[in-house]
């Protein structure tokens, strides 16, 4: 990726329990090298931190926020033209583009059908590099 993109965090969620309701938040500590503080997946050395999706997805696929077990939502850019080992910043803390999230079959217990009908947009994992406060309305930025 060589061109700038931009973008707006539109919403905020933590796993909080396997299996639970995502807790919406309107903003978040962010821990570097570890995740979304109070999120299940926050740990050091992971590569499933935090999830990254752009809202067309979800609009596409007549989703709501968090169906796709999600972390982070944008508008405003398309997330499938990041690469791994790309950088990015949300509001102030800068991130590395992790992998692509393949679609597991819990996606079927949302809707038969939606683990095959997402393969390759479920979104991407994120892994901070920084630390700080992550809120709904922070702009993404990409590029240089």
Same mark, same amino acid.
């Given at each position: ?13 933590? !796993? ?5 309701? /995502? ?47 999600? !972390?982070?939502?944008?508008?405003? /850019? ?5 690469? %791994? ?8 803390? %800068? ?11 819990? /996606? ?14 479920? @979104? ?5 590099? @920084? ?12 590029? !240089?």
């Amino acid at each position: 990726m060589s061109q700038q993109t931009t973008g707006t965090v539109v919403d905020i969620r933590l !796993n909080v329990a396997k299996g639970q309701p /995502m807790q919406v938040v309107r903003s978040v500590q962010v821990s570097a090298g570890e995740g979304l503080v109070g999120d299940r997946h926050a740990k050091k050395g992971s590569s499933r931190q935090i999830l990254l999706v752009d809202q067309s997805v979800l609009e596409k696929h007549s989703l709501q926020p968090g169906q796709l077990r999600e !972390n982070v939502t944008v508008q405003g /850019m398309d997330v499938r033209s990041l690469e %791994e080992g790309d950088s990015l910043t949300l509001g102030d803390i %800068e991130f590395t583009v992790g992998e692509l999230c393949d679609p597991c079959g819990n /996606m079927d217990a949302v809707r038969p059908g939606l683990q095959e009908a997402i393969h390759g947009e479920r @979104g991407l994992f994120l892994t901070p590099i @920084g630390k700080g406060m992550l809120s709904v309305g922070d702009r993404l930025q990409t590029g !240089n």
